[in-house]
């Protein structure tokens, strides 16, 4: 499934392609988050025209809505949605223990409320398998417990052990033909619970690895050193994803520690409050600076939105609450964000991504508006 084609000299950075039922995936590379079966205020042509590879499905939210029933009718999730390139569906787990009113841990799974109407559900890797495989996704995620990043050491620990289980249950579900499965990777920043979960998943052999517990919510360097912990128990001829992020800075560093596969809501939600994202960091389209400002969002971007229109015009779309202007703000960082993994592929390909990531570590300026957005994105994963 997975082809290493090349493993960067002077970081752990990688070049690789990704074989799924529904075409080949070029790596590292960016997901965007299709939650409701729709990437927000993009449709699938756009999609195309900037590069999207494959796209990010949710199984918690489209089991609640439409329903399996109105998704099997249709002949799956790439049918239902008209995308024809690939797409991964996560497991619902970090949905049910982050948006569920009330839930109860049980042996096989979790009681929950839901966040819509209250009815009492349940889902278990025999549940989330089954959904993942009538909606017929690409890549599988298996069903496991992700706890707060603060969570007590007692806690962590039974997380652990929860998604190892978890993970065997759901490797031996029914899938949909061609679905590959990957294993998720928790145990906060603990070194010793990261490699247990890490070693337990890979004698499982799934198809992939994704570590997960990160992006929500801990401060940055915590999230790096448990992307750290985990890596180096992850065998090289399997794909690496690092779940629900992030900056594009981020995303460039964890590449460097050798992760190939990204997804996160950030491109379009901040999108929608009018901030847009370039090489150099993000900034807010709203303000008065560029009230006559007639250049556009980024010098040279290639996008739609980059070629069309203004600044100017698209602060006074933002302002006047024109559905366009969010639209636009929303193509330009969803292609800025896959704009940077052609590039780092590309510096891969060429032996000088160490170069690349330097200078763009070095030229992004951080948000504090961005980062305050990450911590908030739970809902549309």
């Given at each position: 499934?997975?082809?290493?084609?090349?493993?960067?000299?002077?970081?752990?950075?990688?070049?690789?392609?990704l074989?799924?039922?529904?075409?080949?995936?070029?790596?590292?590379?960016?997901?965007?988050?299709?939650?409701?079966?729709?990437?927000?205020?993009?449709?699938?042509?756009?999609?195309?025209?900037?590069?999207?590879?494959?796209?990010?499905?949710?199984?918690?939210?489209?089991n609640?809505?439409?329903?399996?029933?109105?998704?099997?009718?249709?002949?799956?999730?790439?049918?239902?949605m008209?995308?024809?390139?690939?797409?991964?569906?996560?497991?619902?787990?970090?949905?049910?223990?982050?948006?569920?009113?009330?839930?109860?841990?049980?042996?096989?799974?979790?009681?929950?409320?839901?966040?819509?109407?209250?009815?009492?559900?349940?889902?278990?890797?025999?549940?989330?398998?089954?959904?993942?495989?009538?909606?017929g996704?690409?890549?599988?995620?298996?069903?496991?417990?992700?706890?707060?990043?603060?969570?007590?050491?007692?806690?962590?620990?039974?997380?652990?052990?929860?998604?190892?289980?978890?993970?065997?249950?759901?490797?031996?579900?029914?899938?949909?033909?061609?679905?590959?499965?990957?294993?998720?990777?928790?145990?906060?920043?603990?070194?010793?619970?990261?490699?247990?979960?890490?070693?337990?998943?890979?004698?499982?052999?799934?198809?992939?690895?994704?570590?997960?517990?990160?992006?929500?919510?801990?401060?940055?360097?915590?999230?790096?050193?448990?992307i750290?912990?985990?890596?180096?128990?992850?065998?090289?001829?399997?794909?690496?994803?690092?779940?629900?992020?992030?900056?594009?800075?981020?995303?460039?560093?964890?590449?460097?520690?050798?992760?190939?596969?990204?997804?996160?809501?950030?491109?379009?939600?901040?999108?929608?409050?009018?901030?847009?994202?370039?090489?150099?960091?993000a900034?807010?389209?709203?303000?008065?600076?560029?009230?006559?400002?007639?250049?556009?969002?980024?010098?040279g971007?290639?996008?739609?939105?980059?070629?069309?229109?203004?600044?100017?015009?698209?602060?006074?779309?933002?302002?006047?609450?024109?559905?366009?202007?969010?639209?636009?703000?929303?193509?330009?960082?969803?292609?800025?964000?896959?704009k940077?993994?052609?590039?780092?592929?590309?510096?891969?390909?060429?032996?000088?991504?160490?170069?690349?990531?330097?200078?763009?570590?070095?030229?992004y300026?951080?948000?504090?508006?961005?980062?305050?957005?990450?911590?908030?994105?739970?809902?549309?994963?």
């Amino acid at each position: 499934m997975f082809k290493l084609l090349k493993t960067d000299s002077a970081t752990k950075a990688r070049l690789g392609q990704l074989t799924t039922a529904h075409g080949v995936v070029e790596t590292p590379v960016f997901m965007p988050v299709g939650t409701q079966a729709s990437v927000k205020a993009l449709d699938p042509r756009e999609l195309n025209e900037m590069g999207t590879q494959i796209i990010l499905g949710n199984t918690y939210h489209l089991n609640l809505r439409p329903g399996l029933d109105v998704i099997r009718a249709a002949g799956g999730l790439h049918r239902f949605m008209n995308w024809d390139k690939p797409i991964l569906t996560d497991s619902g787990g970090f949905q049910v223990f982050s948006l569920a009113k009330i839930r109860k841990v049980k042996e096989h799974g979790v009681e929950f409320r839901s966040h819509l109407d209250g009815s009492l559900l349940f889902i278990g890797p025999k549940e989330s398998m089954e959904i993942q495989r009538v909606l017929g996704s690409d890549i599988a995620m298996v069903f496991d417990e992700c706890p707060p990043h603060d969570a007590p050491a007692k806690e962590q620990r039974l997380a652990v052990e929860r998604t190892i289980r978890w993970a065997r249950e759901c490797r031996e579900q029914p899938r949909a033909e061609g679905q590959k499965v990957f294993g998720i990777v928790q145990g906060g920043s603990d070194a010793a619970l990261r490699e247990q979960c890490a070693k337990a998943l890979v004698e499982m052999e799934f198809d992939g690895y994704a570590i997960g517990g990160v992006s929500v919510g801990e401060p940055e360097p915590e999230m790096m050193r448990a992307i750290e912990l985990a890596e180096p128990h992850l065998p090289a001829h399997k794909a690496r994803y690092a779940m629900g992020l992030g900056t594009p800075a981020q995303m460039v560093e964890l590449i460097a520690r050798g992760v190939d596969m990204f997804d996160c809501v950030l491109p379009t939600r901040i999108a929608r409050t009018g901030t847009a994202v370039t090489h150099t960091g993000a900034f807010a389209l709203k303000g008065a600076a560029y009230k006559t400002d007639f250049g556009p969002i980024e010098d040279g971007c290639e996008c739609y939105a980059c070629r069309t229109f203004s600044r100017a015009y698209l602060r006074h779309l933002l302002r006047a609450n024109e559905i366009l202007g969010l639209r636009m703000v929303s193509v330009h960082n969803s292609h800025l964000y896959l704009k940077v993994m052609t590039e780092v592929r590309a510096a891969l390909a060429a032996g000088t991504f160490a170069d690349y990531h330097r200078h763009f570590i070095a030229s992004y300026k951080p948000s504090q508006k961005i980062l305050a957005a990450r911590k908030a994105a739970s809902d549309e994963r």
